[in-house]
């Protein structure tokens, strides 16, 4: 069912009924001085009763109340809801929530604004800026809206999520250039696919990436874009590690509605970190590596990720066959361990690959990620400066997810029971786009029955598989071979495969044969 379709074939039939004003008392003239949106990094806290995914949320929320209690929070805007069939707002929330302010922080009106005469109420009723959704518009329609705003002297946040968004965006832009109004456009991404609902937490990433690619191609003159994050965040933890992705802000719905007195540290912990100066070249740089490497790679097939390498010959194998990701181990106890003493041969393979790609006798450098289980130990430590020194680019935090740092990669957590799941939600909800599950090395004599280690040889139960699956694009691993993995990229579609012991003679050494069939149910391989 498509949700974004049902949403505004309904507030079309009330606008043929009851007209741009739904029904409501719209001021004949605007009283509030317009606040600049958003001129300096920060939140948008979000004014909102329900929602279609997640029903009720905060129904007696009082407009005017949760306006000024955002306003204290800090926030530098405020997000009112208008839509009144999935959303329960309306017009007279804005006009509450506008009063209520100020003359600092700035309302944006939320609906899914259909016709340019919807600008003029939102004008009237006080609204700062109003929310342009590019899929619901057509090219010249949503141009033609967004040079009402701009005439009016309001931003427009524009909402981008598909390919053919960007396109009409490109076009909003030259517009508001035009009409020397750079600073009245915003691009906001939404990790909700608006359609279905859910969540993917990397598309905001991937696609502020592919829109500063679009701009080195064209080679336009005109400034680059503010840009904010939409959706997905629920912890002032999430909100940290959004500011850290470089985003100019970031609007955060049901987490304030539901819990107002915790708009304050949803604010100050996205703040601080999106305006922190000299943050260090590594930090989440893996993230924004691996956004670049699922567009190039597209939904042909899963990424790889080869675990467990120790060898520069393997890796250079793996590389050439198309491993998307090499994994290093730096964990003691296990039997494909690196140590401190292999700086020059990782160094090297990172040289050899870089050389590679150059010459395009491989498509792309793979990440090479650290693989650790103990962070405060001195193989763990060791990773952590091979990503300062540009060796790795990030690192694996395998069961040991409340120890896992966004700044440096991605946790991985030992699946094998119902308790497992509850792990992992709770570390979706800490910001992570992305999050491996592995068998759990339960009754299995590995690692001395570490359970935080892999390299079993295990499945994953398939009912655990598919209820991870449901909390976030699915990472596998555990038990893959070059025999059944094209039967688990058929059954689970999981974005992202990681092999290791089902790949190998021996522990710590691949197996060329079973690499190159491993690639080849995926890839046609040539010599």
Not at 245 to 274: C, D, M, S, Y
Request: neutral net charge; glycine residues 8%.
């Amino acid at each position: 069912m498509d949700i974004l379709k049902e949403i505004c074939d309904k507030r079309q039939n009330q606008i043929d009924q009851f007209g741009f004003s739904f029904g409501h008392k719209i001021p004949e003239e605007r009283k509030r001085v317009i606040v600049p949106f958003l001129s300096e990094p920060g939140t948008i806290l979000e004014i909102k009763r329900a929602s279609p995914s997640k029903g009720l949320i905060a129904p007696e929320l009082d407009s005017s109340k949760t306006a000024k209690t955002y306003a204290k929070a800090g926030t530098r805007a405020i997000s009112c809801l208008t839509e009144e069939n999935y959303f329960h707002g309306n017009l007279e929330d804005l006009q509450n929530a506008c009063k209520a302010a100020g003359k600092k922080v700035a309302v944006l009106r939320k609906d899914f604004l259909l016709e340019p005469e919807e600008i003029e109420v939102s004008y009237k009723c006080g609204a700062d800026a109003v929310l342009l959704i590019a899929r619901i518009l057509d090219e010249s329609k949503l141009c033609a809206m967004a040079e009402k705003a701009f005439a009016y002297g309001i931003s427009v946040l524009l909402e981008i999520r598909e390919d053919s968004d960007i396109e009409k965006a490109f076009q909003v832009l030259l517009l508001a250039n035009k009409m020397n109004a750079d600073d009245k456009i915003v691009l906001g991404i939404n990790s909700r696919d608006l359609k279905t609902f859910t969540i993917d937490l990397l598309i905001p990433i991937k696609l502020k990436e592919r829109i500063r690619k679009i701009y080195l191609q064209k080679g336009v003159s005109l400034p680059f874009p503010r840009i904010i994050s939409e959706s997905g965040v629920t912890t002032p933890k999430a909100a940290a590690f959004v500011g850290n992705l470089g985003f100019h802000a970031v609007l955060i719905g049901e987490a304030a509605a539901r819990n107002p007195k915790q708009a304050k540290l949803l604010v100050k912990e996205f703040t601080r970190n999106a305006i922190r100066k000299n943050r260090l070249a590594y930090e989440y740089s893996f993230w924004k590596k691996l956004s670049s490497r699922l567009e190039e790679k597209g939904a042909s097939r899963p990424l790889v990720k080869i675990c467990g390498l120790k060898s520069k010959e393997d890796a250079i194998k793996a590389a050439s066959l198309g491993a998307d990701i090499l994994g290093f181990i730096f964990a003691e106890k296990s039997p494909r361990t690196n140590n401190i003493l292999d700086e020059k041969k990782l160094s090297g393979i990172r040289t050899e690959l870089t050389s590679l790609a150059e010459s395009r006798k491989i498509t792309a450098v793979p990440l090479m990620v650290g693989v650790i289980v103990e962070p405060e130990s001195e193989l763990g430590n060791f990773a952590y400066e091979l990503c300062y020194k540009g060796i790795l680019d990030g690192i694996q935090f395998h069961g040991c997810a409340e120890k896992a740092e966004g700044s440096l990669g991605y946790p991985a957590i030992p699946l094998a029971e119902e308790s497992d799941i509850e792990i992992i939600k709770q570390t979706i909800s800490t910001g992570f786009p992305r999050i491996l599950i592995d068998s759990k090395n339960i009754n299995v004599d590995n690692a001395e029955g570490d359970s935080r280690y892999g390299g079993t040889g295990k499945a994953i139960p398939e009912e655990l598989v598919e209820k991870a699956k449901k909390l976030s694009p699915l990472w596998l691993s555990g038990g893959i071979t070059a025999e059944n993995a094209g039967i688990l990229a058929e059954k689970f579609q999981p974005e992202l495969l990681d092999v290791c012991s089902g790949i190998e003679s021996e522990p710590g050494k691949k197996d060329f044969s079973k690499l190159e069939k491993l690639f080849a149910t995926f890839v046609e391989y040539k010599e």
